[in-house]
């Protein structure tokens, strides 16, 4: 077992829990401002240094033992905040390279590719680190901390680690010099094979992904 390991899992509860409420709590501030649009430029640059960190609160979670809740049945949080003012504002901002093709297990044999929406899945992941942190701000620690780990592996975790794949993927197209051909035909509601998605996943030049996304390219 790494250091880092070890650290994860003897370190205080409480302590933990503060670290990793204050990743979370910060995520959840930052993706909100940036839907908001004020900065349009620089969205992409934006989410992928947000992901990014949550996904290190994520490993941190990923590598602690267990948590364990004090009740056997979850507390009731209330509703639930609506994400879709969020998502809406995001697939606007994300337009044209919002959709993007993702192999959900690189383990299973075989696996088509399939399409999904980097503004969908930010909507969803905050829904689920929301959900965790009114049991946190309720002062159920315990209960955060679980529902944050079993959510991470459950969705959030693999989740967001496809969004950074394609956040990556777009930086890297434009920063060297690396066009993409247009994104039409690409869409959530089919079920793509990996010849089909090859076709469609491309004809965004990357001067038009580079204007609306604000990113330099680098000659």
Sequence with gaps: MSDAT?????????????????????????VTEVAKGDEPGSTVPFLLLEVSQLLLAGGRLGAHEDFLPDERYEPDPGPEPDADGLRENLARLLDPV??????????????????????????????????????????????????????YFSNWGPTASAVLRALQSVLIHVRLNQPLEELDGLDTDQDLGDEALEMEAGRVMAEEIGTPLGIRQVR
Excluded: N
Excluded at 110 to 125: G, N
Excluded at 141 to 147: D, G, R
């Design 6 to 30: 070890l650290h994860a899992t003897s370190q205080s509860p409480d302590d933990f829990a503060v670290q990793i409420a204050d990743q979370i709590e910060s995520f959840l501030v930052a």
């Design 98 to 151: 919002d959709v993007y093709s993702e192999v959900f297990d690189p383990y299973a044999p075989r696996t088509a590719p399939v399409a999904a929406r980097i503004s969908d899945d930010l909507a969803d992941v905050i829904t689920d680190l929301r959900h965790g942190m009114v049991h946190y701000r309720a002062g159920r620690t315990a209960e955060a901390l679980w529902w944050w780990q079993f959510s």
